[in-house]
T-cell receptor, first 114, second 114 residues
Framework: EAQVTQNPRYLITVTGKKLTVTCSQN?????MSWYRQDPGLGLRQIYY???????DKGDVPEGYKVSRKEKRNFPLILESPSPNQTSLYFC?????????????FGDGTRLSIL | LAKTTQPISMDSYEGQEVNITCSHN???????ITWYQQFPSQGPRFIIQ???TKVTNEVASLFIPADRKSSTLSLPRVSLSDTAVYYC???????????????FGSGTRLSIRP
């Protein structure tokens, strides 16, 4: 089954404790992206990657890092999490072949930073 | 990047046709219009995409006027299960910068009543 898998689904942690949210897709998609979703603000793009070793900032990259060492994986790293990073996070992927193919989203990761 | 504007919320009743309009005055020549649906605690799901005139699939229709500065998502005979947030996005062909960075608006919260 084609899917985007995020882990963990839920995490409560404390300020300053480094954490990584993993994202993996099994569709051989070139493009991957991370979003955060906050009430009243919709989804905002954090980082995206056009392919392996190619990443770029989205609209709200501050406080986050990403890496794309393999095509299937795109982890989101919070080096020193703060309470304002408490949010619902989504990973997405899509192919860059063809005309503007739609994104496939994971089921989300709810992070609470205390 | 073209910004989109949608109504914050809409209400309707089961069996009715619902039309959600999205404004995108700065749409570029190579931009497509894509709609996503999101249920609570789930990632967005692709509904429909178009470039001009009318597109129809098994769940919705998309109407795009000649100037392409707006688009209307039409949901025929809605049911309670259509209660969700609907997002309109504009973006271009793969490889164009506008297709790499993606902007979701705040979406339209559609509530269907019995």
């Amino acid at each position: 089954e084609a899917q985007v898998t995020q882990n963990p689904r839920y995490l409560i942690t404390v300020t300053g404790k480094k954490l990584t949210v993993t994202c993996s897709q099994n569709m051989n998609h070139e493009y991957m992206s991370w979003y955060r979703q906050d009430p009243g603000l919709g989804l905002r793009q954090i980082y995206y990657s056009m392919n392996v070793e190619v990443t770029d900032k989205g609209d709200v990259p501050e406080g986050y890092k990403v890496s794309r060492k393999e095509k299937r994986n795109f982890p989101l790293i919070l080096e020193s999490p703060s309470p304002n990073q408490t949010s619902l996070y989504f990973c997405a992927s899509k192919t860059t072949e063809g005309v503007n193919q739609p994104q496939h989203f994971g089921d989300g990761t709810r992070l609470s930073i205390l | 990047l073209a910004k989109t504007t949608q109504p914050i919320s809409m209400d309707s009743y089961e069996g009715q046709e619902v039309n959600i309009t999205c404004s995108h005055n700065n749409i570029a020549t190579n931009d497509y219009i894509t709609w996503y649906q999101q249920f609570p605690s789930q990632g967005p799901r692709f509904i429909i995409q178009g470039y001009k005139t009318k597109v129809t699939n098994e769940v919705a229709s998309l109407f795009i006027p000649a100037d392409r500065k707006s688009s209307t998502l039409s949901l025929p005979r809605v049911s309670l299960s259509d209660t969700a947030v609907y997002y309109c996005l504009v973006g271009g062909f793969p490889g164009y910068s506008s297709a790499s960075k993606i902007i979701f608006g705040s979406g339209t919260r559609l509530s269907i009543r019995p």
